[in-house]
């Protein structure tokens, strides 16, 4: 892509908001060198849902009925150790000099994957979410999910007295399967963000249903994200709209002042 279309992808002035139907990595490549503040995503792994397979494992819907309309399953990102590095090494180009990223993972992908954000990012934290209520699980059911924190180069969070244990309710019942509570992303952002910082971009490339682009647009900042299923674009662009003009969450039925 010519420069200027890199740019125009970026060009926020007149929205708050862009989001692409694309896969995580072609939506990364596109984007410029340095040019975004923080990147906070949940991306879909297939470790963890192959694993669920095994025996009698299946959790929600039928897998093999993945990406199809309704399906309770999306596609997922394929996340070999080759295909996380390119996702890895493309987050690290574009955020600008002294940023951070907040990546989640499950309990599986933590163990299999997580390594290898130290091969390009100074690890900073692991955050538990603890989802509050108790959920479905092999032998130990799960209550709790993670967040890897680190930074590119170096830059502090905006207050010294934030935890690493987060309780936040799961949602039942949202409308987007495996949908995450703004709440989540909006600390993530509040302890990027500092006060002097005025135009703020936030970056999602696993969008969903655009949690974390509320979140963004909440906390005053630009938001910009990708995601390669055509319900999680319709979705979003109609929750991130009214969101904008509204300041109403349609699926999490919330209204902000
Ligand atoms: C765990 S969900 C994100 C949920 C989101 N955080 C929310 O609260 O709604 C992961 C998303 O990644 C998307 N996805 C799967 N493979 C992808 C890929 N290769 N590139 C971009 N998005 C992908 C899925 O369609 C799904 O919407």
Same mark, same amino acid.
């Given at each position: 892509m010519e420069n200027a279309n890199l740019k125009k992808m970026l060009d926020l002035k007149k929205q708050n908001f862009k989001i692409y139907k694309s896969d995580a990595i072609k939506f990364l490549k596109k984007l410029p060198n340095n040019s975004l503040d923080v990147i906070a995503t949940d991306p879909a792994y297939s470790g963890m849902n192959n694993h669920l397979m095994l025996g009698k494992g299946r959790i929600v819907g039928k897998y093999k009925d993945k990406g199809k309309k309704d399906s309770k399953w999306f596609n997922e990102f394929q996340d070999s150790e080759e295909n996380y590095r390119v996702f890895l090494s493309e987050a690290f180009r574009v955020l600008k000099p002294d940023s951070h990223i907040f990546i989640m993972f499950d309990s599986y992908s933590l163990v299999s994957l997580s390594h290898l954000v130290r091969e390009y990012f100074n690890l900073k934290n692991i955050i538990v979410w603890d989802k509050v209520h108790i959920g479905? #699980?092999?032998?130990?059911?799960?209550?709790?999910? =993670?967040?890897?924190? @680190?930074? %590119? #180069?170096? !830059? +502090?969070? $905006?207050? !010294?007295?934030?935890?690493? *244990?987060? /309780?936040?309710? +799961?949602?039942? !019942?949202?409308?987007? /399967?495996?949908?995450? /509570? *703004?709440?989540?992303? $909006? !600390?993530?952002?509040? @302890? $990027?963000?500092? %006060?002097?910082?005025?135009?703020?971009? *936030?970056?999602?490339? =696993?969008? #969903?249903s655009a949690s974390c682009g509320v979140a963004a647009l909440k906390n005053n900042c630009k938001f910009i994200g990708s995601d390669i299923s055509n319900e999680s674009i319709l979705m979003s662009k109609k929750r991130l709209k009214e969101y904008q003009n509204n300041k109403i969450d349609i699926y999490e039925k919330t209204k902000d002042k």
């Open positions: 479905m #699980g092999h032998y130990f059911r799960r209550q709790s999910e =993670f967040i890897i924190f @680190a930074c %590119k #180069g170096k !830059r +502090r969070i $905006s207050s !010294r007295s934030i935890n690493d *244990v987060w /309780p936040i309710k +799961r949602l039942t !019942r949202a409308p987007y /399967p495996t949908q995450k /509570p *703004v709440e989540l992303f $909006s !600390r993530m952002i509040m @302890a $990027s963000k500092h %006060k002097e910082d005025k135009e703020y971009i *936030v970056c999602d490339p =696993f969008l #969903g």
